[in-house]
């Protein structure tokens, strides 16, 4: 039997950056997320697997380290929580136009500003609609529970080198901070530098005589080559909408409602879903696992059979957007979130969803 | 089987170490579970509370506004907590500076002297493992041995030689717990 162990949602990132073959990890800490750096640092992984662990002077700097490491072919990753990923977002675009792999954390907090340490989801727009500048995306995991955290670091890191690009895990403060039981999975080695310089020709692993130099950069002076790289961009995002949509579907067969919530979101709306069906309402739920790319079409597909769509969100409904995209006109697409770190209960939900519908 | 459980109380007391050895106790005997703090700005002294749901299936939502048991260690929890248990529900308590005492009468409600038992033992520290064991003897939802494969799993190494007295401290508290009110 595999082991089981408890452990909280950011535990199970940092155990998972160690097991799945991480080179380097730098962050600055912030709550609700420090877990990760603290049981990294406890774990010293550059002791066994060879893992660099660094507490950079800042987010800008931690970002800015992964550049430097990603441009090597080295699996890279940082963590925050929504104000460092505000501090972040330069450095992601320069990461996704100089097509540079790379995982980031983002345990989100309640905003703007300082806003609060309790869980939020005010940061889907900052995710999945740039954040930083420049025609960019990434790919968006959103795990709902200690075990996606712990999958998720190894998923983003196979996205991330599939496609070059950035890949975030858009987590929050209850599955970061909530302890559940976490399959360890087999262990991954880090890849050698031999290894790095076959598998990832662009790499700058250090010219040899047989080829030209590898430039890693994001600047294109030529209109034309800019031309180029963005088009060689949005080819790629086009392709992860095609081949990497992710997500999950509960009681949706024979559903006239739909719920669509992800995150600690969906687990709270699961619960909803098994009130409504014991008083005979025939309501779902879509839990969107890539929130880019966003289940487009797995929406499109039960428009027809459903009288409405409902957003939850920890947000005043930035998700909401893409689900009214999707749906174009054809029902009602109603919304239910609370603010400032306030989590609602199922029941919560249950009444805000019953509410809509009576309307 | 599915138990919803709060425990709360004051910072310090070995509220969110209880739940996590009840929690660690649930993955021993094959259970689902999750265990959600209350986190903040929080220090000795304070409010802290976690939830904790043991369940032989797939656990849904880890936020919950009702509790089969409530396991309440301070006044302000008391307060806050009671009229969130479940009617049948179990209301587990600390007398210890309690002035407003527990008054539903459709739930049950024990007392445990955590305090004075776990001084008794000359180890106020085992206080939330005193705790524990009446929990446990009112629902016997983790079987001892599980809770020592719990114990062992929860605390690092350096601290195994404290388990014996940690066991003598859940029996002591399984001896000791007293019904209040039978729902």
Redesign the interface.
Known sequence: MAEHILMKGNEAIAISAIRNGCDGYFGYPITPQSEIMETLMVEKPWETTGMVVLQAESETSSINMLYGGASCGKKVMTSSSSPGLSLMCEGLSYLAGAELPCVVVNVVRGGPGLGTIQPGQGDYFQACKGGGHGDYKMIVLAPSSAQEMYDFVDLGFDLAFKYLSPALILADGVVGQMMEKVELRPMKDRMSNEEIAQKYPWATTGKTPDRKQNVITSLALDAAVHERLNDKLQAKYKQMEEEDVRFETYMCEDAEHVIVAYGCMARICESTIDQARAEGIKLGLLRPITLFPFPTKEIQRLTPQLKTIMSVELSAGQMIEDIRLAVNGQIPVNFFGRLGGIVPSPEEVYEAFKKEINK | MKEEIIIAGFGGQGVLSMG?IL??SG?MQGQ??????S???EMRGGTANVTVILSDKKI??????KFDTAIILNQQSLDKFEDQVKPGGILIYDPNGITRHPKRTDITICSINAVDISAELGNSKAYNMVVLGGYLQKKSVVKMENVIKGLK??LPERHHSLIPMNEKAIQEGMNQIKDINKA
């Open positions: 996590k929690a660690y993955i689902e579970v999750t265990w959600m703090p986190y903040g700005p849904s939502s880890p936020i919950i506004s799993k929860s």
